[in-house]
Nanobody, 116 residues
């Protein structure tokens, strides 16, 4: 009953910034946790950032201090601000919405490439 659509990915130079956006459908949004994962070629999907319904955030150690996750419940959006990007940040980034005791919904992904 939830659809997620990411946008904002692209090519950026090391040290640059991007902001990823994810739009969610459905009538229920504000009570659920949200997150961003990423997957590089040949690697498993990994957690990047998560935010609870109350606004508590968690980040992977590799992005802490550089990335910021935020949400706008009125607009039904979740964002990932990425600063000081590194080549190792290159991956497909997926937003997700977690329904406790049920399932996690995923977007289709948006490509982020960090290269000179």
């Amino acid at each position: 009953q939830v659809q997620l659509v990411e946008s904002g990915g692209g090519l950026v130079q090391p040290g640059g910034s991007l902001r990823l956006s994810c739009a969610a459908s459905g009538s229920i949004f504000s009570i659920y946790g949200l997150g961003w994962d990423r997957q590089a070629p040949g690697k498993q999907r990994e957690l990047v950032a998560a935010i609870t319904s109350g606004g508590t955030t968690n980040y992977a150690d590799s992005v802490k201090g550089r990335f910021t996750i935020s949400r706008d419940n009125t607009k039904r959006m979740v964002y990932l601000q990425m600063n000081s990007l590194k080549p190792e940040d290159t991956a497909v980034y997926y937003c997700n919405l977690n329904v406790p005791g049920a399932r996690t919904y995923w977007g289709q992904g948006t490509q982020v490439t960090v290269s000179s």
